[in-house]
């Protein structure tokens, strides 16, 4: 059984900042892609970033330039540096990975919300 442990949610004022991680017991010689979904209520599930094994990342335009991606030596826990964080920021986080053979796994989601 695959796990993805989240942690580093919470209420934020606009302007703030927030650090979400997520460590996975997936060997990172397996892993493809690490990253980071969100979603908020009424909306479509979104890609915020992701980074992958070689070390590429990919950012949506609503977040580049605020939010970093990131991930430990051992390549087994992915970061999201989120700085000057606005209230559409607001919405259920969630880990994802990609192994090498395309299969998928899912975080149980952090809740963000970005209000005054």
């Known amino acids: 059984q695959v796990q993805l442990v989240e942690s580093g949610g919470g209420l934020v004022q606009p302007g703030g900042s927030l650090r979400l991680s997520c460590t996975t017991s997936?060997?990172?010689?397996?892993?493809?892609?690490m990253g980071w979904f969100r979603q908020a209520p009424g909306k479509e599930r979104e890609l915020v970033a992701r980074?992958?094994?070689?070390?590429?990342?990919n950012y949506a335009d609503s977040v580049k330039g605020r939010f970093t991606i990131s991930r430990d030596n051992a390549k087994t826990t992915v970061y999201l540096q989120m700085n000057s964080l606005k209230p559409e920021d607001t919405a259920v986080y969630l880990c994802?990975?990609?192994?090498?053979?395309?299969?998928?796994?899912w975080g149980q989601g952090t809740q963000v919300t970005v209000s005054s």
């Open positions: 994802n990975i990609q192994t090498i053979t395309l299969r998928e796994y």
């Open positions: 997936r060997s990172a010689f397996v892993i493809n892609t």
């Open positions: 980074i992958t094994s070689g070390g590429t990342t």
